[in-house]
Every structure is written in C-alpha cells, then in structure tokens.
C-alpha cells in the first residue's frame, strides 16, 4: 500500500444559511450549513411540518463493538432504531425499535451543529447533543430496553469539518445532508451489568429534506482505522443525489480531511442481507461482505417502506484526491437499499 498525504480537495466553506432572500445555494461544502433551513414551499406550515423529512444518524465502532442508532422523523410518524454488534461474535446483535405517531416522542436538533436531537418514551430514551468550546462535537447518551437486557451508552464525538450537500429535487424542492466519517470518540457501553469503556470512529448521517414522493436510494458508510494509521471514512450513494449519474454527498474522510468523490455504482445482489455487494466507480473498489442486517417491507395504505441495511465489513481499496491509495481491510459499516413512498 502507497502511504502519501491525502489531498484536502478544496470545497467552498458552507453558508451560514441554506436558504435566503436569493434562494437557495446550492451545491456542495466544506463544514456544515448552521440554519438549514429547507422547508416545503407552497404549502401551509401546519401540512408542510408533515411533509418534511429527517433524520439523525450515528454510527460508533471500536475494536470490539459497533453501534448505530437513528432518530428519524417522517412528520406522520418518528422512529427510533438502534443495533447493538458485538463483533467478537457478530451473529450476536441487540437490536431495538420504536415508534411515535405524529412525533411526540422526538424533538429534532434545529441543525446539525445546533441544539440536541431527544427521543423519550417509555420504551426508551435518547439524547444527542451539539457541544461547543475547544472541542466542538456531540454528546449521546442512551438508555434503552432491549429484550432482557438494559443498554446504557455514553459517547463523545469530535467533530471534524465534514462535507455538506444542497441539492434540487425538483423545483423549490431541496434536500440537505451533512455526513462526516472517521471521527475520533470516547464510548462507554452497560450491557445487562456489564461494562466497557474504549475509543473508537464515529460517524453522523443529518438530513433535512422536501422529499419526493417517490423516493429511493442506496448507500454506505464506514470508519476505520488504515493500516498506515490514519483515520479513513467513507461515504457513498447512488440514485437520490445525482447530477450527471454521479451523487453530490460522495466523499472519503482522511484524518478529517474532505476528499470528494465522483460516482459510485453499486451492485447489488440477488439477497441482499446475506451475499457480498460491490461498490465500483471513481476512485473505488470496494467489496461488501454481511455480517447480518436490519429490514422491514411495510405497507400502510399510499405510505411504503421497503428497506435492507446490511452491517458488516468492506475490504478493497479507495483513492485519495492526489493520486494516493489506500487500503481498505475488514472495516466495519452499513450499505442499505430503501424505497420509500411518502
């Protein structure tokens, strides 16, 4: 493996405003967008709140544990999710799932640098939120109910810069998403009495978006840490952000570095859940092996949700901006297919 500096491709600094007086600015950045302020135009406040969707997802991984969790919110309904892996024995996962109709468990952050994200109900409780001072990031804490065992996590995330999307769905339609991956984090984890404290790579999926009605996509992330030591996240997906075949939220993280990256196809197989994926295009080469998965196919009158999101791990190798490769081995993370009708 060739060990050189990645390049920080450069990216124009992100708005302090998704939106003003001159509409919105589109395009892609450096850091995220302070007010994203995407709303529904046209239609009144009271059915646009209902329109809107999203969500806020992270992802933890230490040597030993891979966590996700998600507060998601729909406008008609929130969900919370979040899986437990022990990746000493991977078929071993604790998995927990909740739902809000209308929202009144969730009040979501009003950014993704701003305010806290809260989940609370009598199945469980989350809180995400935004720090300041020296060392900007996010503080979550869980404490959830899983079958016989109680989970209680603590962690603090480092924020890095990270890469900001604004895209045009359709006319005044927009959709905004901020991801960064490879994050340094603290994590302390109580599992039925038993606990575990260590350091590990996070990662943060925040999106704000008009969505289309008929929506789908497919994508994947991880963090990990390279064999040269540097800290190495990904993030792609195919067929929701594109311009020209090519999705607008495509980048490596390198040490907190923003690569940008061009399209990435995705193949995937005839089962999802169980058979490898491939992930081919500009400057990757990846291979996606399931270690086990979250899915659900439900249908409620006009509203659909056909989703798989395979965990496990990503070998192959990525590109950096100067020409560098590095190799990827055994990194943990997610891919997910998803249609939606909303």
Avoid at 55 to 67: A, C, L
């Amino acid at each position: 493996m060739e060990s050189r500096p990645a390049h920080d491709v450069t990216l124009p600094d992100a708005p302090r405003l998704a939106r003003d007086l001159g509409g919105y600015a589109y395009g892609r950045y450096r850091g995220a967008i302070e007010v994203p302020n995407v709303s529904w135009h046209g239609f009144p406040s009271v059915l646009a709140q209902y329109r809107l969707k999203q969500w806020q997802y992270h992802s933890i991984v230490t040597e030993r544990w891979f966590i996700a969790f998600a507060c998601v919110d729909l406008g008609y309904v929130s969900t919370l999710f979040c899986y437990v892996v022990d990746r000493d024995g991977p078929s071993h996962v604790l998995e927990f799932d909740a739902t809000s109709p209308l929202g009144r468990a969730l009040c979501f952050a009003p950014g993704p640098t701003r305010g806290a994200t809260r989940w609370s109900s009598a199945a469980g409780n989350v809180m995400i939120s935004s720090t300041g001072g020296s060392k900007p990031g996010w503080r979550a804490k869980l404490d959830l109910q899983i079958g016989c065992n109680r989970v209680v996590a603590s962690a603090h995330i480092q924020r890095e810069p990270g890469h900001s999307t604004l895209f045009e769905l359709a006319a005044e339609r927009a959709a905004y998403t901020y991801k960064s991956a490879a994050m340094p984090c603290s994590l302390e984890l109580e599992i039925a009495g038993s606990a575990y404290r260590s350091t590990g790579l996070a990662s943060i999926d925040w999106t704000r978006s008009a969505a289309l009605t008929q929506t789908c996509w497919k994508w994947a992330m991880f963090a990990h840490p390279a064999d040269d030591g540097r800290r190495l996240g990904f993030n792609a997906s195919s067929d929701v952000y594109d311009l020209a075949g090519a999705s607008q939220e495509n980048a490596l993280f390198v040490d907190g570095n923003v690569v940008p990256l061009g399209a990435v196809a995705f193949t995937v197989p005839r089962h999802p859940a169980r058979e490898p994926w491939r992930l081919n295009g500009s400057g990757v080469n990846l291979v996606f092996t399931p270690r086990g998965a979250r899915a659900e196919d439900l249908t409620l009158g006009p509203l659909r949700s056909d989703f798989v999101q395979p965990f496990g791990t990503f070998d192959g190798e990525v590109q950096t901006g100067d020409g560098g490769r590095i190799a990827v081995r055994d990194a943990f993370g997610v891919v997910e297919k998803h249609v939606a009708r909303w």
